[in-house]
Nanobody, 119 residues
Framework: QVQLVESGGGLVQAGGSLRLSCAAS????????MDWFRQAPGKEREFVAR????????YYADSVKGRFTISRDNAENTIYLQMNSLKREDTAVYYC????WGTGTHDYWGQGTQVTVSS
């Protein structure tokens, strides 16, 4: 089994920054990609950012492009989400997810970390 643990959430004023972390542990598997998702109250979970494990390519939702940066530390099996210029609409629970090679699905999810942006 693989465990994902997010950290780094909190309360920040609009325009501020936060950095989220997601550490993977447990069984060693081949990772295709790791993603960040978020879910705001009353809304569906939405994609935020992706990093491909093999080549480091990154992808972003339009709503966060230019403000958020996803990165990884292969040695620590950890990904990060640097969030700058935060807006109130970024308020949500942020989840990391892992897609193993060959599955096409996010087989593993973290428990989530709350990010609240105040005006």
């Amino acid at each position: 089994q693989v465990q994902l643990v997010e950290s780094g959430g909190g309360l920040v004023q609009a325009g501020g920054s936060l950095r989220l972390s997601c550490a993977a542990s447990g069984r060693t598997i081949s990772t295709y990609a790791m993603d960040w998702f978020r879910q705001a109250p009353g809304k569906e979970r939405e994609f935020v950012a992706r990093i491909r494990w093999s080549n480091g390519n990154t992808y972003y939702a339009d709503s966060v492009k230019g403000r958020f940066t996803i990165s990884r530390d292969n040695a620590e099996n950890t990904i990060y989400l640097q969030m700058n210029s935060l807006k109130r609409e970024d308020t949500a629970v942020y989840y990391c997810a892992l897609e193993p090679w060959g599955t096409g699905t996010h087989d593993y999810w973290g428990q989530g970390t709350q990010v609240t942006v105040s005006s």
